[in-house]
């Protein structure tokens, strides 16, 4: 550890209210390839394809998988993704950072000692939210993303 500093992946599956958080040393290309390597060979390893909405860090590419692992596996692992990225300044629209937030609210809103502390404490708090929360509600409509991103936008005129 970095000082009692940790890294914590969170990935999500909203309509099934499933979450899985990961604790990593660092926050680095390899991490995230093996958060990736877990999420398809454990976690969906039937998936044709998963559907990924991610923030746009640096690190989270497929070129990470292939930093990772040898060119087949990097290539059958980014095979099985379809990533979405959400808009920069816009992590209010991931519904795992939404759920990142609510851990450290609920969760690491003070000092824990050691890192099997954390990890206790993290894993404890994923078996509770998902027993809890069967699916998440969504209710930022097409609608909504219209107005509130239409900076985002490209107009087109005839």
């Not at 027993?131 to 909504?144: G, N, Q, Y």
Request: overall charge negative; some cysteine.
């Amino acid at each position: 550890m970095r000082h009692g500093v940790v890294n914590l992946f969170m990935v999500c599956e909203p309509l099934r209210g499933w979450r899985e958080v990961t604790v990593s040393d660092r926050r680095t290309r390899i991490d995230w390839a093996h958060c990736i390597k877990a999420l398809v060979d454990v976690h969906y390893p039937d998936a044709d394809t998963i559907v990924l909405v991610q923030d746009n860090l640096n690190t989270h590419t497929p070129a990470s998988l292939y930093e990772a692992f040898p060119p087949a596996e990097a290539k059958r692992l980014a095979d099985k993704l379809e990533l979405h990225y959400t808009p920069k300044h816009g992590s209010w629209l991931n519904m795992a950072e939404i759920e990142l937030g609510i851990l450290a609210g609920q969760c690491l809103d003070r000092r824990l000692p050691d890192r099997a502390t954390l990890e206790h404490e993290v894993a404890a708090w994923v078996a509770r939210r998902n027993a809890a929360i069967k699916s998440i509600d969504w209710r930022f409509t097409t609608d909504d993303a219209r107005f509130k991103l239409d900076h985002l936008y490209p107009v087109f005129h005839d």
